[in-house]
């Protein structure tokens, strides 16, 4: 089981200390006690998102299943809202079905806070996502962050208003002025800067006015705070009040609160030098975070050498102009969302948007073409700079399709064919039905990439329609290796439609168009076909012989995704030939290269096939467990139920049920608690689940206490295990809060999930 001190949840440290918001935290306290949706509603830079981060923080305990942010500014499409979500909670787009019904499936028992970030520019999809969240999720409570409401109905609507300001009264106490939320902010920042600083009696004068007249935004606070590290605060006020003297004329009525934030900006751009201010205006073509790898190809030219960039990068992180962020051990940064309308805005002024963009475009298009072709070999390195810079690569995308480079964009779309198919399924199918539908010349590889997808999403229709047309344009452009290609996969989606003649005559011609040529992906394309026919057809030896073949191959290559593949099939011909060893141990290595690839479907079919090895090896709680753990999971990933796996499932589940009588829905139930990754660790047989049955081996509860532990796995309670027992309820308590001491545990779901461990 998880540590019982793990939390759950996505909830990113604080770099820098909270400051103030007293006022607004005990509304927010106040509003989720009865508001299912709460929106933190302010101008940008007025700090929404860390007023949200701090109150999911102080909440997230309360929820049973934490508190998870989602960070929306790098989304464009509304359309990738729930693909937001779902990546946020640590689901996967890999199925047929679609993110928002698969959302609201996976959220309709779960206990949670979930934080969307910077709604603004996705309201209408926001306040759909948030409408269907808590309609069918009567656990989960939700805040938002926008420059405007949702609108949605129930809505609370909490104002962020600017952090309070100091009083212009010089004669208040200097204790009493450094509470103030906008002068503590300040402090801090400044002494963050500088190494060292305090608000004194010198320069209290001008702390205050630089407060005030920056009406307590945040992030211009912030702003003339790292300033502190070269200037005095007498010295950032006069040169921040000579800026808006010239705006108001030397009054001191209040700007609109944009217009303060904005002349701050440009109060801190202005002292940039001229390269660092190029840099900062060039980063806003990324559209989320970025490495310094792509900084120095995407941003430097002859007037900005890629040998300074991290220098320069280095300055603006300095000046709070930029923030870091550490992503699985890559160093990473992002522009703060206001930071890069400010940016873009000065890049169009100096007419240096098309040249940017373009190298942007360039760049990652040639990394995506890497992808494609290294993909295969190469494809857990791959996959991690994927995840990492999807954001970027959807804006690309979206900037040929919108400007009407609708070659590049279905180059950029097909490219990407191993990220869609392991990570983004239906995300996949929107994009290349848009440049298909859209461009209608001949793309052979692109039609593959679609039928590909379809036969993923269970949709032999769509997939023979694709590939269809990629057949026939392959054959006209004199494309070999796609034709075999195609006519494999064409052969796979006439078998799932139960075409069998259509589905031989397909696979006998695409071996005959890739013979001889040595095409990795055709050769293997074409054994799964044979394997896929041998099920159906019931011919084991053509499947061993194409699935030894295609394991063998693609282990030679490197080739992750087609060995997971092959070793499944080898699995469940082993299974259904009583080969329980082989069986057991070519699904154990299948998911060991599932986990690898973090691929949901494949862990939900091993989990299973393990299950049936399981209960045909006479361990009927390991195997209810397991059984109960693919559910979950299928329910998490969308999967449908394997077709050929549903028979062995069956047996599993009538052999393992028919062995454990009452207890087989409890041990059942147990395994649905469990999280994928402990679901994994039972497989597998290692890890919390050894952990698990070592500690009942060793009686660390003693034998009455495991006895009644037992028995609240059951489901009983405190009075019906006292009458199971012959004890006191009172003594069965006492048992009860023994056994959550010793294990570190804090809810009985918990100890019924240790006990099915402990039992398996």
């Known amino acids: 089981m998880p540590s019982p001190a793990q939390r759950a949840g996505n909830l990113p440290a604080e770099v820098t200390s909270f400051v103030g918001r007293r006022r607004e935290l005990a509304e927010a306290r106040k509003a989720l006690a009865t508001a ?16 949200a981060v701090r109150i999911a923080t102080g909440h997230g305990r309360g929820f049973r299943d934490g508190a998870w942010l989602v960070e929306l500014a790098e989304i464009q499409e509304p359309a990738l809202l729930g693909n937001a979500v779902m990546a946020a909670l640590g689901l996967r787009d890999q199925a047929a079905t679609e993110p928002a019904a698969l959302l609201r499936d996976y959220l309709r028992d779960k206990e949670l806070l979930l934080v969307l970030d910077n709604c603004e520019h996705l309201l209408g999809a926001a306040a759909e996502l948030a409408g269907d969240v ?27 208003p600017p952090l309070q300001l100091p009083s212009p009264d010089v004669d208040e106490p200097l204790p009493r002025l450094r509470q103030n939320e906008a002068v503590a902010l300040f402090a801090e920042r400044a002494a963050a800067a500088s190494g060292r600083f305090e608000v004194t009696a010198a320069n209290r004068a001008a702390v205050v006015d630089i407060c005030r007249r920056l009406d307590g935004l945040p992030l211009a606070v912030e702003l003339a705070a790292v300033r502190a590290r070269v200037l005095t605060p007498g010295q950032i006020r006069d040169r921040l009040g000579a800026r808006f003297d010239l705006l108001t004329g030397g009054g001191r009525a209040a700007l609109p609160r944009h217009q303060t934030l904005r002349t701050t900006i440009d109060w801190s751009y202005d002292l940039l030098t001229p390269v660092e201010r190029t840099l900062l205006t060039r980063l806003c073509v990324f559209a989320g975070r970025f490495t310094l790898d792509d900084v120095e190809a995407v941003c430097s030219a002859d007037d900005l050498p890629a040998a300074g960039i991290l220098d320069l990068l280095s300055s603006l992180l300095d000046k709070s102009l930029a923030t870091r962020e550490d992503v699985g051990g890559t160093a990473c940064y992002r522009l703060h969302e206001t930071m890069r309308e400010y940016a873009r805005l000065k890049l169009d002024e100096a007419g240096g948007w098309d040249a940017v963009e373009r190298r942007c475009a360039d760049y990652y298009l040639a990394r995506c073409h890497q992808f494609a072709a290294e993909g295969r070999h190469r494809l857990l390195e791959w996959l991690a700079w994927m995840d990492l810079e999807i954001d970027n690569v959807r804006a690309v995308l979206r900037r040929h399709l919108d400007q009407g480079r609708l ?15 392991t990570r983004a399924t239906t995300e996949g199918v929107r994009w290349m039905d848009e440049v298909l539908s859209r461009e209608a010349g001949p793309h052979p590889w692109a039609y593959f990439v679609r039928g590909f997808l379809a036969v993923l999403q269970g949709d032999p229709a769509a997939a023979t329609s694709a590939l269809d047309r990629g057949v026939a344009a392959a054959r006209a452009g004199g494309s070999p290796e796609v034709l075999a290609q195609s006519l494999a996969m064409a052969s796979i989606a006439a078998s799932m439609a139960r075409d069998r003649t259509a589905a031989t005559r397909l696979l006998d011609e695409a071996r005959a168009v890739g013979a001889g040529r040595g095409d990795l992906g055709a050769t293997l394309m074409t054994h799964q076909a044979q394997a896929l026919g041998g099920f159906l057809d019931g011919d084991l030896a053509a499947v061993t012989s194409a699935a030894t073949a295609g394991a063998r191959l693609s282990r030679d290559a490197g080739d992750l995704y087609s060995l997971g593949m092959m070793l499944m099939n080898q699995g469940f011909v082993a299974l259904m030939s009583g080969d329980l060893r082989e069986s057991e141990e070519r699904f154990t290595e299948g998911l ?28 009927p709680r390991l195997a209810a467990q397991l059984l109960g753990a693919m559910e979950r ?84 309670s405190n009075k019906e295990i006292g009458a199971r027992l012959f004890i006191s309820e009172r003594t069965v308590e006492s048992h009860v809060r023994n056994a959550l001491n010793k294990l570190g545990f804090s809810s009985r779901a918990q100890i019924a999930g240790w006990m099915a461990l402990s039992d398996g």
């Open 36 to 51: 299912r949706l709460v929106s933190l509603v302010g101008p940008g830079g007025v700090g929404k998102t860390r007023l």
């Open 134 to 160: 808590i309609r069918a999720a009567p656990g989960v409570r939700v805040v938002a962050t926008s420059r405007e409401p949702l609108s949605v109905p129930g809505e609370h609507v909490l104002p962020v």
């Open 407 to 421: 070659d590049r964009g279905l180059d950029l779309a097909t490219s990407l064919v191993w990220y869609w198919v």
């Open 592 to 619: 060991r290269v599932a986990e690898q690839l973090d691929d949901r479907v494949a862990q939900c079919y091993l989990l299973g096939g393990l299950a049936c090895c399981a209960a045909a090896g006479r361990e």
């Open 633 to 716: 999971l299928r329910s998490e990933a969308g999967a449908t139920t394997n077709a050929g796996l549903a028979p062995a499932l069956a047996h599993a589940t009538s052999a393992a049920s028919a062995a454990l009588g009452p207890r087989f829905e409890p041990e059942l139930s147990a395994g649905r608690r469990l999280s994928r990754e402990d679901a994994v660790r039972l497989a597998l047989r290692e890890g919390p689940a050894a952990a698990a049955r070592d500690h009942a081996d060793a009686g660390v509860l003693g034998r009455r206490g495991t006895e009644v532990a037992r028995l609240v796995a059951d489901g009983l």
